[in-house]
């Protein structure tokens, strides 16, 4: 026992010598561990396609309300709500009766008219061949006795007679000359040509009026109210609702930052929820100023074609409006530390991280123009990488 405590005492001071030796290793291996690595890029000059994200909803390209100003009843209603119609087809059919009386009646007059024209041009005209006849006997005789008044053979008082005789006929030679030139001709200017117009007018209007008792939709589109049932009368209240769905109008909202840099005709990619974002490209073909006075609030219209008619006036949508070509210093977007996009991580020629600011210009969704970095700087391209500022890292 005496020996074997000894060779116990003999080994332990090498064993605790080992466990010095390898405490001694594992720090030293402990503070020649490697930096992390980090993954980086390189800023460069360059030039990107942004865009901007816009919220809104699909509106009908156009929204006709259908009113009458005839009073008559409807005879037959042919459509639905929901209904899908082409231009020009029929809709609602209104009692004629009342108008085709009334038609008859104003053709009759405007027929009348003319005839009674006819009369009224051929007696005056009749009227002024005789007068021109009695004035060109009346002159003759005022010659003939003006002729004996000089020789003495008949009184002054004769004389004057037939005188006044010949400036009466004269007047009403003008007289009738001036009915004659108002009453004009039937083919023509005048009067009665006139009457005729007039007349054969109210006829025409008459024959309006039949025609807008044919109610027609005046797009392609869809029904989107019925407030008409035979029997009914129209009144002054809107009878029909068409709505154009193809093409529509995204109508998307923004800020004045958000559409300072939009223009007519840009591209637009309009990503739909409702449809499981189903995307459609479409043009905008508007930027309205804004929609309350005193507002921020903006409107950008953006055309789509609709073929299928699966996009509805009221759905949800998401755009993506592109913006002109913006040059500067790149960096990738998912470099910045922040939401705002204002900060990004650096990395020095020693390694060593820097926190530096930034200003973003713009994105293309991938790629970010940044102010406030020089070119071939080093940029941590994981901004949310788990190094601080000062940290010494690998790039390698």
Not at 156 to 181: H, I, K, S
Not at 266 to 289: C, H, K, M
């Amino acid at each position: 026992m005496r020996r074997s405590l000894r060779n116990r005492l003999i080994l332990s001071p090498i064993f605790v010598a080992a466990g010095v030796a390898l405490t001694a290793c594992g720090r030293q291996h402990s503070r020649e561990a490697p930096p992390p690595y980090v993954a980086t890029t390189v800023a460069r000059a360059g030039t990107i396609q942004p865009f901007s994200e816009l919220a809104g909803i699909i509106a009908p390209y156009e929204n006709v309300a259908i009113q009458t100003t005839l009073v008559e009843p409807a005879d037959e209603v042919y459509v639905q709500e929901g209904d899908a119609v082409r231009r020009g087809e029929v809709l609602a059919q209104l009692d004629t009766a009342d108008l085709q009386a009334q038609l008859a009646s104003d053709e009759a007059n405007a027929s009348h008219a003319y005839y009674q024209g006819g009369l009224s041009i051929s007696q005056g005209q009749n009227a002024l061949r005789q007068a021109e006849t009695t004035l060109q006997t009346d002159a003759h005789n005022l010659a003939r006795d003006r002729a004996l008044f000089r020789q003495g053979y008949i009184s002054t008082q004769a004389y004057d007679a037939q005188l006044e005789t010949v400036r009466n006929d004269q007047q009403t030679v003008d007289t009738d000359r001036a009915n004659v030139a108002a009453n004009g001709s039937l083919g023509g200017a005048g009067l009665q040509a006139s009457s005729i117009e007039q007349a054969r007018a109210a006829a025409q209007q008459v024959r309006v009026q039949i025609a807008k008792a044919t109610i027609v939709s005046p797009i392609d589109g869809v029904v989107v109210n019925r407030n008409l049932n035979p029997g009914e009368y129209p009144g002054n209240r809107q009878i029909f609702t068409i709505q154009q769905v193809d093409p529509v109008f995204a109508i998307v909202h923004g800020s004045g930052a958000q559409i300072a840099r939009i223009t007519y005709g840009a591209p637009a990619r309009v990503t739909v929820s409702d449809l499981r974002n189903l995307s459609y490209r479409g043009t905008v073909a508007g930027v309205l100023n804004q929609i309350v006075p005193g507002s921020t609030d903006f409107v950008v219209k953006i055309l789509l074609q609709n073929p299928r008619r699966l996009l509805r006036p009221g759905m949800t949508v998401q755009a993506a409006v592109s913006l002109p070509p913006l040059r500067g210093m790149l960096i990738p977007e998912t470099a910045f530390t922040d939401e705002n996009h204002t900060t990004i991580m650096t990395v020095d020629r020693r390694s060593v991280v820097h926190v530096a600011q930034v200003t973003e210009v713009g994105n293309d969704g991938v790629t970010s123009v940044v102010d406030g970095v020089p070119a071939g700087t080093r940029v941590v391209t994981n901004g949310l990488s788990s190094v601080g500022n000062g940290e010494r890292v690998s790039t390698r």
